[in-house]
């Protein structure tokens, strides 16, 4: 089942403007992950913010995370037209079997040159 | 660095056949996942194994089955292929008990015709 939903679904910007992209979800989470996917490929790891984290960085990325609006964004800044892919997000199985994900559909990027 | 290796990257097959999708990974991680990923509906979950000779139905197990005879090799079997089984199939790892961050194989597309 879906549990993250991601805001925009399409997303089209120049170079060098930030993107932000926003996932929302239903139940309680320990943590909310944030993957990208380059066309035609598998899903790499972005991001990792827990629960009792409101905001985290890393690079150009930066989460923020609201648990009482189940929500969660995700900010590129700067961007390049190499950032040009899908974005997902995925919470945790909150209670449910160990280990398993649920993505969202994800946000495409399109960061023109 | 994780390596998650899908045996194919694009498959070829005709409706009744037998296929096997292979994956194997070199992490020694206890948890592997199958999913099947469409556009419009994201990502959905095949099957997953949290150990040796152990699967869990996904979302979507009907048409599949899977095999994990070794730790490291997770194979999903497609008994009679059928064209709503023309997908991209993503298998991916994870350790358990931490984060869960899984690690994904760079994906077969499988067109059955």
């Known amino acids: 089942s879906q549990q993250g939903e991601e805001d925009p679904q399409a997303l089209s910007i120049q170079e060098g403007e930030n993107a932000t992209m926003n996932c929302s979800y239903k139940t309680s989470i320990n943590n909310l992950q944030w993957y990208r996917q380059n066309s035609g490929r598998g899903l790499v790891h972005l991001i990792l913010i827990r629960s009792n984290e409101r905001e985290k960085h890393s690079g150009r990325l930066r989460v923020t995370l609201d648990t009482s609006k189940k929500s969660s964004s995700l900010l590129i800044t700067a961007s390049r037209a190499a950032d040009t892919a899908s974005y997902f997000c995925?919470?945790?199985?909150?209670?449910?079997?160990?280990?398993?994900?649920?993505f969202g559909k994800g946000t495409k990027l399109s960061v023109k040159p | 660095d994780v390596k998650v290796t899908q045996s194919s990257r694009y498959l070829v097959k005709r409706t009744g056949e037998k296929v096997f999708l292979e994956c194997v990974q070199d992490m020694d991680h206890e948890n592997m996942f199958w999913y099947r990923q469409d556009p419009g509906l994201g990502l959905r979950l095949i099957y997953f194994?949290?150990?040796?000779?152990?699967?869990e139905k996904g979302d979507i197990p009907e048409g599949y089955s899977v095999s994990r005879e070794k730790k490291e090799r997770f194979s999903l079997i497609l008994e009679s292929a059928s064209t709503n089984q023309t997908s991209m199939y993503l298998c991916?790892?994870?350790?358990?008990?931490?984060?869960?961050?899984?690690?994904f194989g760079a994906g077969t597309r499988l067109s059955v015709l």
């Open positions: 995925a919470t945790d199985n909150y209670g449910g079997s160990q280990g398993n994900l649920i």
């Open positions: 194994s949290y150990d040796v000779k152990m699967k």
């Open positions: 991916a790892s994870s350790f358990p008990g931490g984060e869960d961050i899984q690690y």
